[in-house]
């Protein structure tokens, strides 16, 4: 214990040395923008224009120099990111054997993450824009390198956007195709590092596994209705006879901007992978005591691998605070779960520079496979160039 609040006061000693957070920069080369400029706190929370960017199909560009001609708009060059995640994780009990993986001896995962991101405008005529944003994985996967794809089409008219979304995801669930949520409704969207402990729809499975389908969305200023068409499958989708609805609304209140929504995911099964369950989810973000802030809660229902609805059910309240500028975010969140499989996580993140920041997650498991006292930490290098 000792150690820890050692190790503690020195990360808060070091605070005031180190900007801001880190993100996938091939969207910053093509605006011209820091990648402040479309994450709020930390990677990768979205903001406001973050949002906007997104539900115009990743088509904004700013002074990168552009290839041009009758009916063709796109930047001179393909605009490329990397992610790496190194983590190490320890773990005390029965935490870390679910998944076969014994860590309570302690595991260094490099790399838990080591992805190619290309993305970014193909067409633009004004009102017709077409965007890709491809994650590929250094790693490999079954279809090769690609982990996850989706082309938005989006045709604007005068007060909303309507968009069509092919898209295919290894695992990051049925909402992969458009989700403003910071929360965990898409499993790689989410405010923490440990997912299934702060996003109710994580643990449940509402929003990860693999996906392949179509989302049609309608979207303005008061929010978007996204109706997915999809297959629990990955980059081989021979039946999409399974729908994921998602409505969200986007106020600003009283200052703190919002999301609100709904998700529900109905439909058949395969491999295994839950297709049926659904969840609320909400999230602000606003300034606490003059410090930047995001408060997030989800409450999700999901189905076991029989599609047997309201298997496992969890709520989740979380909240995180910048108290360092630019700098330095710490967290909590408490999850209730079936069978009271009960969670306290505390996170902090470091941030060394808009692209590269330190994360910490601490978890403690009120029960786990019959075992009282688990608990989880992970300690995590987070690098994107």
């Known amino acids: 214990m000792k150690k820890v609040v050692l190790s503690l006061a020195g990360v808060l000693a070091a605070a005031a040395f180190a900007p801001e957070a880190s993100a996938i920069p091939a969207f910053a080369r093509q605006t011209g923008m820091a990648c402040s400029a479309c994450h709020a706190q930390h990677f990768p929370i979205l903001n406001g224009f973050g949002r906007a960017f997104k539900a115009a199909g990743f088509t904004m560009m700013g002074a990168q120099e552009k290839v041009e001609g009758e009916h063709l708009s796109l930047p001179a060059v393909l605009n490329f990111g990397q992610l790496l995640k190194v983590r190490y994780q320890k773990t005390s009990g029965t935490a870390g054997t679910p998944s076969g993986v014994d860590t309570n001896g302690g595991q260094w995962q490099f790399p838990d993450e080591y992805a190619l991101f290309v993305g970014g405008r193909l067409a633009d005529n004004g009102t017709i824009k077409v965007g890709v944003m491809a994650e590929n994985a250094l790693a490999g996967t079954p279809a090769g390198i690609v982990a996850g794809l989706r082309v938005p089409v989006v045709v604007e008219l ?63 200023d008061m929010g978007y209705i996204n109706v997915t068409r999809f297959a629990p499958e990955f980059a081989s989708a021979t039946q999409m006879a399974s729908t994921a609805f998602h409505i969200a609304a986007t106020p600003t209140i009283a200052d703190w901007a919002t999301v609100i929504s709904a998700e529900i995911v ?25 410090m930047e802030a995001g408060v997030y809660g989800q409450y999700s229902k ?84």
């Open 158 to 220: 005068d007060a909303a956007k309507i968009s069509v979304i092919p898209f295919t995801t290894d695992s990051l669930g049925a909402f992969y195709g458009y989700s403003e949520s910071s929360a965990g409704v898409v499993r790689s969207i989410r405010w923490a590092e440990h997912r299934k402990e702060i996003s109710a729809h994580q643990y449940t499975g509402v929003g990860s596994g693999a996906a392949t389908g179509i989302a049609l969305l309608a979207h303005n």
């Open 266 to 290: 109905s439909g058949n099964t395969a491999f295994n992978v839950p297709t049926k369950g659904s969840g609320v989810s909400a999230q602000a973000h606003g300034e606490l005591a003059g």
């Open 302 to 385: 999901g189905g076991d691998a029989a599609g047997i609805y309201g298997a496992k059910s969890a709520a989740t309240a979380g909240i995180d605070v910048t108290v360092v500028p630019h700098t330095l975010s710490i967290g909590a969140a408490y999850r209730g779960a079936t069978s009271k499989d009960n969670a306290y996580t505390f996170t902090a993140v470091y941030d060394l520079a808009q692209n590269v920041a330190l994360v910490a997650n601490f978890t403690k498991y009120n029960l786990v496979q019959g075992t009282n006292g688990d608990t989880l930490f992970t300690g995590m290098l987070e690098a994107a160039w």
